[in-house]
């Protein structure tokens, strides 16, 4: 199994709700990422959890906050975002630090 | 800090030959990768270059120059399917697993 899957595809949030962005991997691989894209640019970084421990934030706002549960899980916990936060938001996982980063499909936020 | 540069588009004929250029200065460096990207969808790994000189994988190879801040990504007999996106990620090492991508080179393959 070498795939990355991410809950839900397709998200609209006004910006006075709470949602979450859900992801699993069973590659067995310790290191999982979020990362937000925005039309026609790269992905950029936001946080890294290495060990089910955060081992990178680039300060990103808090009104999102990240949860790794356990090793196949990762969370994105999503609060009184704003118009700006409408993005592709894209999962990660790798096994260590050199190797490939396997990405699932994203989640489409738009936050009205 | 970092600094990644590449070309923002470029067209190519189905069957021919394309290299796409990625220049980058960072703070630190192991090594670099080329993703491949669809529009509408996710990432896919191609590359990862650690020593200088040119690995071949199939159409696809990929050059670095560590000396130079210098890497390019070359595909051979292009096909329709080839038009997507290829980011280039400088990779900062041990103890950091941050991927911080360039721009990305739009390809367009035409007939």
């Known amino acids: 199994d070498t795939e990355v899957t991410q809950t839900p595809k397709h998200l609209v949030m006004g910006m006075t709700n709470k949602k979450s962005l859900k992801c699993e991997q069973h590659m067995g691989h310790r290191a999982m990422y979020w990362y937000k894209q925005k039309a026609k640019k790269p992905p950029e970084l936001m946080f890294v959890y290495s060990y089910e421990k955060l081992s990178i934030n680039e300060s990103v706002p808090s009104r999102f906050s990240p949860e790794c549960p356990n090793s196949s899980l990762l969370n994105l916990h999503l609060h009184a975002l704003q118009p700006e936060d409408s993005a592709l938001y894209l999962c990660a996982s790798s096994q260590v630090a050199e190797y490939e980063q396997y990405f699932g499909p994203g989640t489409r936020l738009t936050v009205t | 800090g970092q600094n990644i540069d590449q070309p923002t588009e470029m067209t190519a004929t189905e069957g021919a030959i394309v290299q796409i250029n990625c220049t980058y200065q960072?703070?630190?460096?192991?090594?670099l990768f080329w993703y491949q990207q669809h529009a509408g969808e996710a990432p896919t790994f191609l590359s990862y270059?650690?020593?200088?000189g040119l690995e071949e994988k199939g159409r696809f190879s990929s050059f670095l120059s560590r000396s130079k801040g210098y890497s390019y990504l070359l595909l051979k007999e292009l096909q329709m399917k080839d038009s997507a996106s290829y980011l280039c990620a400088p990779y900062s090492g041990a103890g950091s697993y941050q991927l911080t991508f360039g721009k990305g080179t739009k390809l367009s393959v035409i007939p």
């Open positions: 270059n650690v020593l200088d």
């Open positions: 960072t703070s630190g460096f192991n090594g």
